[in-house]
């Protein structure tokens, strides 16, 4: 392996390993700076800081998408596991794939309508109040967290596959047990 290569499978891994949680985290912290300004600055000066609002409110919406495609990749999305753990292999195994299978029909349904959506927001001007950003640009999280969403179910999928597909395609503590 060259040292470009070694340098971006490094990359790819850190991407793949802490990119939604990096992002997700840095977002909570500005909303969080975002509310205690406001708070300060209407405390202590009484005036309002007009743009903390809205980039506390984004900052959060965006945050929860992101972190909704962490608890996909951590598998800690909701599942009845130990109801499927208690059922014979091959119908515990049915029932996950059944539900991964209309969530991703969800999601394929959602990726869709965010996109019917965000074409329909790009043939308007519409600057957001406070920050005079373009809505677009702000709603676009929710085309991309369904796509990530959606890629993250295929990669649990792949690695439990590339596993030998022992177990069921689940958090692996929670499969063995």
């Known amino acids: 392996m060259t040292q470009s290569q070694f340098h ?52 959060m919406v965006w945050a929860v998408y992101l972190g909704a495609i962490v608890g996909i990749r951590h598998h800690f999305h909701i599942r009845m596991l130990l109801l499927v753990q208690k059922l014979p292999r091959g119908f515990g195994l049915a029932s996950i794939m059944l539900g991964d299978v209309l969530w991703m029909g969800f999601n394929i349904l959602m990726i869709i309508y965010a996109s019917d959506y965000l074409i329909r927001l790009f043939s308007f001007v519409n600057a957001s109040v406070s920050l005079g950003i373009e809505q677009e640009w702000l709603h676009s999280i929710i085309l991309i967290a369904y796509v990530l969403m959606s890629v993250r179910v295929i990669q649990v999928y792949v690695l439990w596959f590339r596993g030998g597909c022992i177990g069921l395609p689940a958090r692996e503590h929670e499969a063995d047990a």
């Open 8 to 59: 971006r499978s490094r990359v790819v891994r850190f991407f793949d390993l802490y990119a939604e949680e990096s992002i997700a985290c840095a977002l909570i912290v500005l909303m969080t700076f975002c509310v205690l300004l406001q708070v300060f600055s209407r405390y202590f000066y009484d005036l309002g800081v007009h743009w903390t609002e809205e980039v506390a409110a984004y900052s």
